[in-house]
């Protein structure tokens, strides 16, 4: 009895440890029995369209997450706010430098990459404004709820001839 009453103590002490152990346990079988089952490509893109989003989402804030960061000091060195004009500008043209950097980079990686492995179905490059613009090349055709994703996605159309 003495035993229950310290792990009972014990976890409500850490019930945010004990709730992430287990939801993790939870989601590694759910996603091992998931992979068992045949989803249709539909299944798979209502599936995929929220965690896309929740991607996109990030991405908007870890920029402005940074420059407050920077701003406000909130880590172990003096902030932007504490430094003076100069100290501030070199700070600023090393980030803007970082920045862009790393754009360039990711941009040419991204370029070798497409010029390496060629993705995409060739079929929908060969599309032309003759056809339907509800029927693709492969015969399949663009759905209502492929629509309304696209009003809240961004997707790359890529034209021939542009």
Known sequence: MVVVLQVSSWVKENLLLVMTILGVVLGVL???FARTLEYSSQTVMLVS???EIMMRMLKMLILPLIISSIITGQGSVAGVAQLDATASGQMGSRALAYYFG???CA???GIMCVVTIHPGSPTLL???MEETPDILKDGS???TM???LDIIRYTDIVKEGS
């Open 141 to 143: 055709k663009v759905t």
């Open 146 to 148: 492929d629509a309304f």
């Open 126 to 128: 060969k599309h032309t």
């Open 102 to 104: 790393t754009t360039i």
């Open 107 to 109: 941009a040419i990686t």
């Open 30 to 32: 759910a996603g091992a």
């Open 49 to 51: 369209f929220p965690g």
